[in-house]
């Protein structure tokens, strides 16, 4: 072999090493985030004692919507949203199914029947806190498992609200199991796909929205 042969097979080595090394430290971090991403969700419910402006609890099981109604009921929101409400379904079912007065149900609970995702459910919440002048606290209800993505969305929505999470645990999925159980594992490591999902798609409008501001700036600094 040539000497320049043998330098280029050397850097050739090196390059192989090095894309060897970017993909295996990107599979380490992509790991450990599940890992930490799995160990964060809660496994016991909180006590919340929080006074809110509103109740917004995301559908998906009904655990979570009596978790919002009991909630709501002891006065710790002033209006509730059940968002992403099946099309089909009545408000005088859930009056009947819910442990609310008939009088707070039908004066302050309000059902969504826009949302068909997550990220529906946040832009219907925040149509509707924007109808209601909720501007400063929410109460947030909706799976333990759930919780991390739905969070996400609603701070893109809702910048300047303060979220306080009530997470539901299911006694149909323990997340506890989520190394051990494959179902669980799923579960949890679809969800964790989506919530970096989330992430990126948020964090890119965000740039766009800057990059927006900026050429709208230097716009009016050329007009001056």
Not at 172 to 192: C, I, P
Request: hydrophobic content about 45%.
């Amino acid at each position: 072999m040539t000497a320049d042969g043998a330098v280029k097979a050397s850097f050739g080595r090196a390059v192989v090493r090095t894309a060897l090394g970017v993909v295996g430290g990107c599979l380490f971090l992509f790991v450990a985030g599940f890992v930490w991403f799995a160990l964060s969700l809660a496994r016991v419910e909180p006590r919340l004692t929080i006074k809110a402006e509103g109740v917004v609890v995301f559908t998906g099981g009904s655990d979570r919507v009596l978790e919002a109604a009991g909630l709501f009921a002891h006065g710790q929101g002033k209006r509730m949203l059940i968002t992403g409400v099946n099309r089909a379904t009545r408000s005088s079912e859930l009056a009947r199914l819910l442990p609310l007065p008939r009088d707070l149900f039908n004066c302050c609970v309000d059902l969504g029947y826009q949302a068909l995702d997550t990220i529906g459910n946040a832009r219907e919440t925040r149509e509707w806190a924007q109808v209601h002048n909720i501007s400063r606290s929410l109460i947030v209800v909706t799976s333990n498992y759930h919780m991390p993505r739905a969070l996400a969305e609603l701070s893109a929505e809702l910048p300047d609200v303060k979220l306080y999470p009530f997470p539901v645990v299911s006694e149909h999925v323990d997340v506890s199991d989520w190394a051990t159980n494959l179902r669980v594992m799923r579960l949890v490591g679809g969800e964790y796909l989506k919530y970096l999902g989330a992430l990126l798609r948020i964090a890119l409008r965000e740039d766009e929205s800057a990059l927006d501001r900026a050429k709208l700036r230097a716009s009016e600094t050329a007009l001056e």
